[in-house]
């Protein structure tokens, strides 16, 4: 049979990955993907604005000054709707849960060892544009 296992190593920030099969069984590359930690594309406090054709996905990394304390998410998505979710140490914390037109301001509280958030936006529609801030942890 098949069979194997992946080793994660955070301190040294690297990921290895060993796989056994039964002899003259090809796999597809697609078993192989492995995500390693992104550099933040943003930092909190920043503004971010993007416009594209049309976007199934795409994520933003925001680097945070701290893992813990209430942050401020403040977004719009314009007269064309698309879909944000707030990713934090793997959870949604916020989503607009769908597609939404214009703009908004929310609050969510973080408490975790992690300095990366994640910024998801799903823009299915042509010609659309959004823009976003993620403010700094502020403590309690």
């Known amino acids: 049979g098949n069979s194997g296992y992946a080793h994660i190593d955070r301190q040294e920030k690297s990921v290895t990955v060993k796989l056994q099969t039964q002899p003259g069984l090809r796999l597809s590359q ?20 993007q416009s594209r ?35 934090y140490e793997s ?3 916020f989503s607009t849960n769908g597609l939404v037109p ?17 910024v998801g936006v799903r823009a299915p529609r042509s010609n659309t544009k959004w823009e976003f801030r993620l403010d700094c942890p502020r403590s309690n």
């Open 30 to 49: 697609r078993y192989f993907q492995v995500g390693c930690p992104k550099k933040p594309e943003v930092l909190c406090g920043q503004s971010f604005e």
């Open 53 to 87: 054709f049309q976007a199934s996905l795409v994520t933003y990394n925001v680097g945070l000054d701290s893992s813990r304390g209430t942050i401020r998410l403040l977004y719009n998505m314009f007269d064309v709707p698309d879909r944000l979710d707030l990713i």
């Open 91 to 93: 959870a949604v914390i």
């Open 102 to 118: 214009g703009s908004n301001t929310i609050t969510c509280t973080i408490n975790g060892k992690s300095k990366m958030i994640q």
